[in-house]
């Protein structure tokens, strides 16, 4: 996948290596992303061909820590096709299926069966701070980017995130919505 | 645990005695669910279980009535679960 901006609006495959083998997952609309998103931990399982997918259940239950690897797999992946963190691509695709997020987004003429998953989550982020001044801007960039509890890697040590629970309540009284990240 | 413990469940109108289920093989089964693997591959995940927790006799019997329709994939997943269930409550009573 490429490092630039542009992967945003890529209707290209996306490749993913688990457990050391490569796939090309197909490209499919952000609301193909957000129907599996209920199964994060998952998602590159589910959003690969259903032949790889059968090669990829084989190698994952092949693994002693399979589930971890699909796990940390999956969550690159929507880090990679969205440009954030994946907790920060979740919780925007969480607030865009909301009623008042999907309620502006359609009106704004965004369609997720016709856009990228990219697209479709600046798209969200626009939505949530086209209006806001500067402190509650911050206040929205600051909640979106807090890591969840269980989130570890080298950027962020042993440091324990805030409480994800407390992190999505603040984030739906803010906006309207959301199911809170599940995976 | 004790592993010579079994417990007794109904599925679908005939009592079964089941051995413990462990945490890896749950662990396994929902895996492959969450993955949205093939059916192959789920049944493939879950006869295994279910013949280790059934023991040999009794999965014979079983496996009839699967292949037979009389037994769906939805059955055995409800049904392990219940056995993991039932374990589960055990081990919490024995360690009052």
Same mark, same amino acid.
């Given at each position: 996948?490429?490092?630039?901006?542009?992967?945003?609006?890529?209707?290209?495959?996306? $490749?993913?290596?688990?457990?050391?083998?490569?796939?090309?997952?197909?490209?499919?609309?952000?609301?193909?992303?957000?129907?599996? +998103?209920?199964? +994060?931990?998952? +998602?590159?399982?589910?959003?690969?061909?259903?032949?790889?997918?059968?090669?990829?259940?084989?190698?994952?239950?092949?693994?002693?820590?399979?589930?971890?690897?699909?796990?940390?797999?999956?969550?690159?992946?929507? %880090?990679?096709?969205?440009?954030?963190?994946?907790?920060?691509?979740?919780?925007?695709?969480?607030?865009?299926?909301?009623?008042?997020?999907?309620?502006?987004?359609? !009106?704004?003429?965004?369609?997720?069966?016709?856009?990228?998953?990219?697209?479709?989550?600046?798209?969200?982020?626009?939505?949530?701070?086209?209006?806001?001044?500067?402190?509650?801007? !911050?206040?929205?960039?600051?909640?979106? %980017?807090?890591?969840?509890?269980?989130?570890?890697?080298?950027?962020?040590?042993?440091?324990?995130?805030?409480?994800? $629970? $407390?992190?999505?309540?603040?984030?739906?009284?803010?906006?309207?919505?959301?199911?809170?990240?599940?995976? | 645990?004790?592993?010579?413990?079994?417990?007794?469940?109904?599925?679908?109108?005939?009592?079964?005695?089941?051995?413990?289920?462990?945490?890896?093989?749950?662990?396994?089964?929902?895996?492959?669910?969450?993955?949205?693997?093939?059916?192959?591959?789920?049944?493939?995940?879950?006869?295994?279980?279910?013949?280790?927790?059934? #023991?040999?006799?009794?999965?014979?019997?079983?496996?009839?009535?699967?292949?037979? #329709?009389?037994?769906?994939?939805?059955?055995?997943?409800?049904?392990?679960?219940?056995?993991?269930?039932?374990?589960?409550?055990?081990?919490?009573?024995? #360690?009052?």
């Amino acid at each position: 996948m490429g490092s630039s901006d542009a992967v945003l609006i890529s209707r290209e495959p996306v $490749e993913v290596v688990l457990a050391g083998a490569r796939f090309l997952l197909p490209y499919a609309p952000a609301g193909q992303w957000i129907v599996q +998103l209920e199964w +994060l931990d998952t +998602l590159a399982a589910r959003m690969a061909t259903p032949a790889d997918r059968e090669v990829m259940t084989d190698l994952i239950l092949d693994q002693p820590n399979g589930r971890d690897i699909l796990r940390n797999v999956s969550r690159q992946l929507l %880090s990679a096709v969205c440009r954030r963190p994946w907790w920060e691509a979740y919780r925007l695709l969480d607030l865009s299926v909301s009623p008042q997020g999907l309620g502006h987004l359609a !009106l704004a003429g965004m369609r997720p069966w016709e856009c990228a998953v990219g697209e479709w989550c600046a798209a969200t982020y626009a939505l949530y701070t086209r209006d806001a001044d500067d402190k509650s801007r !911050l206040q929205f960039d600051f909640r979106l %980017s807090i890591p969840p509890r269980d989130h570890r890697d080298n950027g962020w040590g042993d440091e324990r995130g805030d409480d994800p $629970e $407390e992190i999505e309540r603040a984030m739906a009284k803010m906006t309207g919505g959301g199911r809170g990240i599940t995976g | 645990m004790d592993d010579t413990k079994t417990f007794k469940i109904q599925l679908k109108g005939r009592a079964y005695d089941w051995a413990p289920i462990t945490p890896a093989q749950l662990e396994r089964m929902q895996l492959v669910l969450a993955m949205d693997a093939s059916s192959e591959r789920i049944l493939r995940v879950i006869t295994r279980i279910v013949a280790a927790s059934a #023991g040999p006799e009794q999965w014979e019997t079983l496996s009839d009535r699967i292949v037979d #329709g009389e037994i769906g994939m939805d059955d055995l997943v409800e049904h392990l679960h219940k056995v993991a269930q039932r374990m589960a409550k055990d081990t919490k009573a024995r #360690g009052k």
